[in-house]
Protein backbone atom coordinates (compact mmCIF):
# COMPACT_ATOMS: atom_id res chain seq x y z
CA UNK A 1 0.00 0.00 0.00
CA UNK A 2 1.50 3.15 -1.15
CA UNK A 3 1.02 6.24 1.47
CA UNK A 4 2.00 9.84 0.57
CA UNK A 5 1.19 11.96 3.21
CA UNK A 6 0.36 15.63 3.12
CA UNK A 7 0.51 18.84 4.63
CA UNK A 8 0.14 22.45 4.68
CA UNK A 9 -2.83 23.56 3.39
CA UNK A 10 -5.04 26.62 4.37
CA UNK A 11 -6.62 29.80 3.46
CA UNK A 12 -4.51 32.80 2.46
CA UNK A 13 -5.14 36.07 1.41
CA UNK A 14 -4.85 36.94 -1.83
CA UNK A 15 -0.53 37.96 -2.72
CA UNK A 16 -0.15 34.94 -0.19
CA UNK A 17 2.15 32.16 0.72
CA UNK A 18 1.86 28.57 1.30
CA UNK A 19 4.28 25.41 1.46
CA UNK A 20 2.78 22.27 0.86
CA UNK A 21 4.57 18.98 1.85
CA UNK A 22 4.38 15.13 1.00
CA UNK A 23 5.78 12.28 2.08
CA UNK A 24 6.58 9.53 0.63
CA UNK A 25 8.49 6.06 1.29
CA UNK A 26 11.47 5.39 0.18
CA UNK A 27 11.25 3.24 -3.21
CA UNK A 28 8.32 5.87 -4.29
CA UNK A 29 10.52 8.80 -3.44
CA UNK A 30 13.33 7.00 -4.95
CA UNK A 31 11.91 6.14 -8.41
CA UNK A 32 8.20 6.80 -9.41
CA UNK A 33 7.53 10.31 -10.73
CA UNK A 34 5.63 12.23 -7.96
CA UNK A 35 3.88 15.40 -8.77
CA UNK A 36 1.01 17.89 -7.46
CA UNK A 37 -2.28 18.44 -9.02
CA UNK A 38 -5.35 20.60 -8.03
CA UNK A 39 -9.09 19.98 -8.32
CA UNK A 40 -10.96 23.61 -8.16
CA UNK A 41 -14.83 23.33 -7.14
CA UNK A 42 -16.70 21.99 -10.92
CA UNK A 43 -13.33 22.04 -12.97
CA UNK A 44 -11.45 18.74 -13.86
CA UNK A 45 -7.81 17.37 -11.75
CA UNK A 46 -5.10 19.02 -13.15
CA UNK A 47 -1.48 18.45 -13.19
CA UNK A 48 0.14 21.99 -11.39
CA UNK A 49 4.03 20.32 -11.38
CA UNK A 50 5.72 17.05 -12.09
CA UNK A 51 8.50 15.79 -10.25
CA UNK A 52 11.21 13.18 -12.30
CA UNK A 53 12.67 10.96 -9.65
CA UNK A 54 16.50 10.67 -10.68
CA UNK A 55 17.09 14.01 -11.24
CA UNK A 56 14.38 15.71 -8.71
CA UNK A 57 13.98 18.43 -10.83
CA UNK A 58 10.35 19.59 -12.21
CA UNK A 59 10.06 17.71 -15.33
CA UNK A 60 6.05 19.90 -15.90
CA UNK A 61 5.15 22.97 -14.40
CA UNK A 62 1.93 24.13 -15.58
CA UNK A 63 1.36 27.85 -17.23
CA UNK A 64 -0.39 29.35 -14.76
CA UNK A 65 2.19 28.77 -12.12
CA UNK A 66 5.22 29.24 -13.71
CA UNK A 67 7.07 31.86 -11.66
CA UNK A 68 5.04 31.42 -8.59
CA UNK A 69 5.12 27.97 -7.76
CA UNK A 70 8.32 25.83 -7.18
CA UNK A 71 9.56 22.32 -6.26
CA UNK A 72 11.63 21.39 -3.76
CA UNK A 73 13.01 18.16 -1.62
CA UNK A 74 14.06 16.97 1.75
CA UNK A 75 15.75 13.32 0.49
CA UNK A 76 16.62 12.67 3.85
CA UNK A 77 12.63 13.07 4.90
CA UNK A 78 11.40 11.28 1.31
CA UNK A 79 9.23 14.21 1.32
CA UNK A 80 8.63 16.67 -2.01
CA UNK A 81 7.21 20.77 -1.11
CA UNK A 82 5.13 23.00 -3.02
CA UNK A 83 6.36 26.50 -2.52
CA UNK A 84 3.03 28.64 -3.47
CA UNK A 85 3.84 32.43 -3.69
CA UNK A 86 1.72 34.96 -4.91
CA UNK A 87 -1.50 33.29 -4.54
CA UNK A 88 -3.84 34.21 -6.92
CA UNK A 89 -7.76 33.45 -5.47
CA UNK A 90 -8.07 31.02 -8.69
CA UNK A 91 -5.40 29.07 -7.22
CA UNK A 92 -8.21 27.89 -4.52
CA UNK A 93 -8.39 24.31 -5.11
CA UNK A 94 -8.04 20.83 -3.19
CA UNK A 95 -4.45 19.95 -3.84
CA UNK A 96 -3.31 16.15 -4.21
CA UNK A 97 0.24 14.64 -3.74
CA UNK A 98 0.06 11.69 -6.52
CA UNK A 99 2.94 8.99 -8.07
CA UNK A 100 2.87 7.59 -11.29
CA UNK A 101 3.35 3.48 -11.46
CA UNK A 102 7.03 4.35 -12.40
CA UNK A 103 9.57 6.51 -13.15
CA UNK A 104 7.70 8.35 -16.50
CA UNK A 105 5.77 11.82 -15.91
CA UNK A 106 2.41 10.87 -17.49
CA UNK A 107 -0.62 11.87 -16.03
CA UNK A 108 -1.97 9.00 -17.15
CA UNK A 109 0.05 7.09 -15.02
CA UNK A 110 -0.64 8.28 -11.84
CA UNK A 111 -2.63 5.77 -9.17
CA UNK A 112 -1.50 6.98 -6.13
CA UNK A 113 -3.10 9.40 -4.11
CA UNK A 114 -3.15 11.81 -1.17
CA UNK A 115 -5.53 12.41 0.83
CA UNK A 116 -5.70 15.83 -0.50
CA UNK A 117 -5.51 19.42 1.07
CA UNK A 118 -7.80 22.51 0.96
CA UNK A 119 -5.60 25.57 -0.27
CA UNK A 120 -8.33 28.46 0.04
CA UNK A 121 -7.37 32.06 -1.61
CA UNK A 122 -9.75 35.31 -1.23
Known amino acids: HVQLVESGGGSVEAGGSLRLSCGAS????????MGWFRQAPGKQREAVIL?????????YIDDSVKGRFTLSQDNAKRTIYLQMISLKPEDTAMYYC???????????????WGQGTQVTVS
Open 51 to 59: RNPATGRAV
Open 26 to 33: LWIYENNC
Open 98 to 112: AAAVGVRCDTADFVH
